[in-house]
T-cell receptor, first 112, second 117 residues
Framework: KQEVTQIPAALSVPEGENLVLNCSFTDSAIYNLQWFRQDPGKGLTSLLLIQSSQREQTSGRLNASLDKSSGRSTLYIAASQPGDSATYLCADNQGGSEKLVFGKGTKLTVNP | DTGVSQNPRHKITKRGQNVTFRCDPISEHNRLYWYRQTLGQGPEFLTYFQNEAQLEKSRLLSDRFSAERPKGSFSTLEIQRTEQGDSAMYLC???????????????FGPGTRLTVT
């Protein structure tokens, strides 16, 4: 059974800092890995999707990497801003299944 | 707004009542998913449709839960005889059916928050 773990569960940083959020998965036979942002009481906003054949994806200040051999993905946020404060979730799906398996998320607070 | 929409946004019901939620996916997406999220947890998969066919169901989807997508467009999720443990955020997502990264990226709606008293 695929398990996805996100460490740390919560992170507080000062504005302007670069930071890395971690995601690990137990079964390396993933098909895609997707990073989401969730604001309190809201739905999920897709940030980046990395296919299994890719190593990284970038969007603005965000960069996500994927290392299937080690079962890890990281989300790098450059020059953090208070508006980045949210919970960040990673999720993967394996070949043969359309469902996403989610981690519990990392709650990020960026202090002005 | 061309994103995924869900109605209602909030629902409070008494234990034992039936509730129904609706999801309207992005118009060109033929895959539709339901997830459930409780406080402090990531979403958990419930079920998935491709067009009108329900192709995958989680063991979380007990006999009290039923989902339909009759014309391959909007979907409904019904919970019968609600229990307090059903209190959660119910999220709907949609995606394309095709090749390439765009076909796998799931786009989520704002969710329906259910409170069972």
């Amino acid at each position: 059974k695929q398990e996805v773990t996100q460490i740390p569960a919560a992170l507080s940083v000062p504005e302007g800092e670069n930071l890395v959020l971690n995601c690990s998965f137990t079964d390396s036979a993933i098909y895609n890995l997707q990073w989401f942002r969730q604001d309190p009481g809201k739905g999920l906003t897709s940030l980046l999707l990395i296919q299994s054949s890719q190593r990284e994806q970038t969007s603005g200040r965000l960069n996500a990497s994927l290392d299937k051999s080690s079962g890890r993905s990281t989300l790098y946020i450059a020059a953090s801003q208070p508006g980045d404060s949210a919970t960040y979730l990673c999720a993967d799906n394996q070949g043969g299944s359309e469902k996403l398996v989610f981690g519990k998320g990392t709650k990020l607070t960026v202090n002005p | 707004d061309t994103g995924v929409s869900q109605n209602p946004r909030h629902k409070i019901t008494k234990r034992g009542q039936n509730v129904t939620f609706r999801c309207d996916p992005i118009s060109e997406h033929n895959r539709l998913y339901w997830y459930r999220q409780t406080l402090g947890q990531g979403p958990e998969f419930l079920t998935y449709f491709q067009n009108e066919a329900q192709l995958e169901k989680s063991r979380l989807l007990s006999d009290r839960f039923s989902a339909e997508r009759p014309k391959g467009s909007f979907s409904t999720l019904e919970i019968q005889r609600t229990e307090q443990g059903d209190s959660a955020m119910y999220l709907c997502a949609s995606s394309l059916d095709g090749s390439g990264a765009a076909s796998y990226e799931q786009y989520f709606g704002p969710g329906t928050r259910l409170t069972v008293t």
